[in-house]
């Protein structure tokens, strides 16, 4: 892999120093700048990470998140603030509205090792995140992907949190392109939505998914599967009937699959989707709200539908030992989801600071990078006796 380079754009010099000689240290192609009004003509398509302050005065950090917007940069942004921690979170939210990477939050005063832990986070994510990025896929490119059984299942451990036990998976569709290489789905899932091609790819996500965990059912391995479930698949009324004769054909275990839809799932066809998932649920399927906090919904969209489990997002995860409104909306989200009979499952879990905290506050299960990656099938069953053996 060639270098990785950095942009650091901040008005006080010694931090511009601070970051950009942590960044050197690992490696990194560094550019940096205490004068914001240069930012254009240093910035270049070619980046993969850039550590922005937010308050510098002419321009400010959310300007230039605008500028990067503009010009559909791909590179991974680090906010870093020493004043109003809520304006980080803020920031953060604006840049993902905006479909941009947002590899984390820093304020000031950090520690070396904080910002060495997400550029090595970056490091460690580089081939999936670079790699395919330049050009998004066309519809031909999914429709030929379709055709040529281009896209495979990855499965990511989940992990009860009290007794360390490894109880599911989710299941994750990942795509590699002949010639633009891996494609991440937060890319070509929105055009396949856009463009009436999600019922192809639900369909080889939940066969494969299901047969998958038949197949381990056969073996003596019973894990829960969990499979995320397109808005424009919630529309068909059939849906619970198609799912239930596909478990049974293949003899999986229908109270082992977990249903994930998101919150903006349920903010259109209100009457339609309630239909259909509590149908689902009546057949023996389970259902989990996934990425809780990140979409518009209300405590209403928790008690109409009839849940098993809430997801909560990673966004507020993977900071949860750094950001105060993070680990606050974390706690609030465990305690309500259990005072209406849920399951929590924290999802992003990088590091054992995290882990830890989340067992502090009661979550029930987690999944995340620190326990184990997304993984073929034929290679769950060595991680799991690897990681019961800690």
């Not at 892999?1 to 950095?6: A, C």
């Not at 004043?83 to 820093?106: R, T």
């Not at 639900?202 to 599967?225: E, Y």
Request: glycine share 6%.
């Amino acid at each position: 892999m060639s270098t990785l380079k950095l942009l650091v754009v901040d008005d006080e010099i010694d931090f511009a120093e601070f970051v950009a000689d942590v960044a050197q240290g690992m490696n990194f192609e560094v550019i940096f700048t205490d004068n914001p009004s240069t930012f254009t003509s240093l910035y270049h398509a070619n980046l993969n990470i850039i550590v922005l302050d937010l308050f510098m005065p002419n321009i400010d950090g959310i300007e230039l998140l605008r500028y990067l917007s503009e010009c559909n940069s791909n590179a991974s942004i680090i906010f870093m603030s020493g004043k109003d921690g809520s304006v980080l979170n803020s920031a953060q939210e604006i840049a993902l509205e905006q479909g941009m990477n947002v590899l984390g939050v820093l304020s000031k005063p950090f520690l070396v090792k904080q910002l060495e832990d997400l550029l090595t986070k970056y490091v460690q994510h580089a081939p999936t995140q670079t790699i395919g990025f330049s050009q998004p896929p066309s519809v031909s490119d999914i429709e030929s992907a379709i055709e040529n059984e281009e896209f495979f299942m990855m499965y990511q451990p989940q992990i009860n949190m009290v007794n360390r036990e490894v109880v599911g998976v989710e299941a994750l569709i990942r795509w590699v392109h002949p010639s633009k290489g891996v494609i991440s789905p937060a890319v070509f899932i929105p055009i396949a939505e856009q463009n009436n091609l999600m019922k192809e790819i639900s369909l080889f996500v939940t066969n494969t998914a299901i047969q998958q965990q038949a197949d381990w059912l056969k073996s003596g391995l019973n894990l829960r599967m969990s499979i995320n479930m397109s808005p424009k698949n919630l529309d068909d009324l059939l849906l619970p009937e198609k799912l239930t004769s596909c478990a049974i054909a293949m003899g999986a275990n229908i109270n082992s699959i977990m249903i994930e839809v998101t919150e903006t799932a349920l903010m259109s066809d209100v009457v339609r989707y309630m239909d259909i998932l509590i149908r689902l649920k009546m057949k023996g399927f389970n259902l989990s709200i996934d990425d809780f906090g990140t979409g518009y919904s209300s405590l209403k969209q928790l008690v109409r539908a009839p849940f098993n489990e809430l997801k909560i997002d990673q966004t507020f995860i993977k900071n949860l030992d750094t950001d105060q409104e993070c680990r606050t909306i974390t706690e609030v989200s465990i305690l309500l989801a259990h005072k209406l009979g849920m399951k929590v499952v924290a999802e992003g879990i990088e590091t054992e600071v995290v882990w830890k905290i989340l067992q502090q506050l009661g979550c029930d299960e987690g999944q995340g990078y620190w326990m184990g990656k997304p993984m073929l099938s034929d290679e769950i069953l060595a991680w799991k006796e690897d990681w019961q053996s800690i």
